[in-house]
């Protein structure tokens, strides 16, 4: 009776170690650490890399939203005050100011490169705020009339700041198309003015 009852107690402390040692388990599967069982854990989306993810960032941190009450598109011409990208080149040499405008309020530009088939526009020189962020040269090949790309190291302009581009021209064009390319963030539900 004495190896019976031994046994029969032996059997119930396995089976309530065997127990507890499975509720553990489960209960370290299913909660992380700092998370309450039965919530489960949030994963942080990683932003883009380079330029878009910095004006990202620059957004969610000035204007204090989450990524899902911000737009990321492409940048477009009503973004710098443009209603086309057709640049009006009136002069032989640098025409400054052929952009001059101001980034809108809740919104934040990532400029990464440009796309050009004119025949006229050689040099394009960027400033955001006082100071030039990018000279670069443009300067079509002559004979060849396809559209060529460019990329440029990023350009990152915030909300309110002026951004002016000049551009430097070999002959006068009231139509070359100087395509500036990159992304736009901003708040969401802006519309363009």
Same mark, same amino acid.
């Given at each position: 009776?004495?190896?019976?009852?031994?046994?029969?107690?032996?059997?119930?402390?396995?089976?309530?170690?065997?127990?507890?040692?499975?509720?553990?388990?489960?209960?370290?599967?299913?909660?992380?650490?700092?998370?309450?069982?039965?919530?489960?854990?949030?994963?942080?989306?990683?932003?883009? *890399?380079?330029?878009?993810?910095?004006?990202?960032?620059?957004?969610?941190?000035?204007?204090?939203?989450?990524?899902?009450?911000?737009?990321?598109?492409?940048?477009?011409?009503?973004?710098?005050?443009?209603?086309?990208?057709?640049?009006?080149? *009136?002069?032989?040499?640098?025409?400054?100011?052929?952009?001059?405008?101001?980034?809108?309020?809740?919104?934040?530009?990532?400029?990464?490169?440009?796309?050009?088939?004119?025949? @006229?526009?050689?040099?394009?020189?960027?400033?955001?705020?006082?100071?030039?962020? *990018?000279?670069? @040269?443009?300067?079509?090949?002559?004979?060849?009339?396809?559209?060529?790309?460019?990329?440029?190291?990023?350009?990152?302009?915030?909300?309110?700041?002026?951004? @002016?581009?000049?551009?430097?021209?070999?002959?006068?064009? *009231?139509?070359?198309?100087?395509?500036?390319?990159?992304?736009?963030?901003?708040?969401?539900?802006?519309?363009?003015?």
């Amino acid at each position: 009776m004495a190896k019976n009852k031994t046994m029969l107690i032996l059997g119930i402390v396995g089976a309530l170690t065997l127990l507890l040692l499975i509720k553990k388990k489960e209960a370290v599967a299913v909660a992380p650490v700092g998370v309450p069982v039965g919530v489960p854990a949030v994963a942080e989306a990683s932003l883009p *890399a380079g330029c878009q993810g910095q004006a990202i960032q620059l957004a969610q941190q000035q204007l204090g939203l989450p990524m899902e009450e911000l737009t990321v598109r492409s940048l477009i011409p009503q973004d710098l005050g443009l209603q086309t990208w057709s640049l009006n080149l *009136a002069a032989v040499g640098w025409n400054t100011g052929v952009i001059n405008t101001s980034v809108a309020d809740n919104r934040f530009i990532c400029i990464t490169g440009v796309s050009y088939a004119g025949t @006229s526009a050689e040099s394009v020189r960027v400033r955001v705020g006082a100071s030039t962020v *990018a000279q670069f @040269s443009i300067q079509h090949v002559p004979g060849i009339t396809t559209t060529h790309y460019i990329d440029i190291a990023p350009i990152l302009a915030q909300q309110n700041l002026p951004v @002016s581009v000049d551009v430097y021209a070999s002959a006068i064009s *009231a139509t070359d198309n100087v395509i500036l390319v990159g992304t736009t963030v901003e708040k969401r539900g802006m519309l363009l003015a």
